[in-house]
């Protein structure tokens, strides 16, 4: 994938992302937003195509970005200065969202599903579903499961239909910041 293509996937994600009470909680304003969201999401597109990979779907109507946990969390060299650069004045409401979420991720080898996000109009198609059981179909026959973070009691239903299951309570962010929903999915046998 070329560095525009995996731009292009970083915005996309980032649009699709930008009402969600998670990026809301990160930054205030909709447009520094999206640009802040866009700046990480480049990073982790970038990093999980040499330390996991990217599933889409169509012309871009969804993409699923994940990363291989088997052997402990993949280094990420300069995160956090590239993060900086990537999310200027809101860097720390991201770093802390890194810590929090680094603080309940499991130990348990895994493939981590970090970012699932579809269209808006193209939502109820089953985009989503199809990406992540393509992927499960690779996870279920090498017997990995896989981890995620779902955004809200729907996505976990969601979440649910395909074999996740929760791992321990929900956890939020400071100040009134939204829930999070860890969730498991143990391989599948036909």
């Known amino acids: 994938m070329s560095v525009s293509a995996y731009g292009a996937v970083a915005a996309?994600?980032?649009?699709?992302?930008?009402?969600?009470?998670?990026?809301?909680?990160?930054?205030?304003?909709p447009e520094e937003r999206r640009k802040a969201v866009r700046g990480q999401f480049e990073l982790l597109v970038e990093h999980a195509l040499g330390h996991g990979g990217v599933v889409t779907a169509g012309d871009l109507d969804g993409a699923v970005v994940w990363f291989d946990h088997t052997a402990g969390a993949p280094p990420f060299p300069d995160y956090d200065d590239r993060l900086q650069a990537a999310c200027g004045?809101?860097?720390?409401?991201?770093?802390?969202?890194?810590?929090?979420?680094?603080e309940h991720h499991p130990e348990t080898p895994h493939h981590y599903v970090a970012l699932v996000g579809v269209r808006k109009e193209r939502r109820g198609n089953g985009i989503a579903t199809a990406m992540l059981r393509r992927h499960h179909r690779i996870l279920d026959r090498d017997g990995?499961?896989?981890?995620?973070?779902a955004v809200s009691p729907e996505t976990a239903s969601l979440y649910g239909t395909l074999g996740y299951e929760p791992l321990g309570?929900?956890?939020?962010?400071?100040?009134?910041?939204p829930w999070l929903y860890p969730m498991w999915r143990e391989p599948q046998t036909a």
Do not use: C, Q, S
Request: glycine share 6%; proline share 4%.
């Open 89 to 102: 004045v809101h860097v720390e409401r991201f770093r802390h969202l890194d810590r929090v979420m680094e």
């Open 169 to 177: 309570d929900r956890y939020g962010l400071e100040d009134g910041g």
């Open 12 to 29: 996309m994600l980032a649009d699709e992302f930008n009402d969600l009470p998670t990026a809301k909680w990160l930054v205030d304003d």
């Open 144 to 149: 990995i499961p896989a981890y995620l973070e």
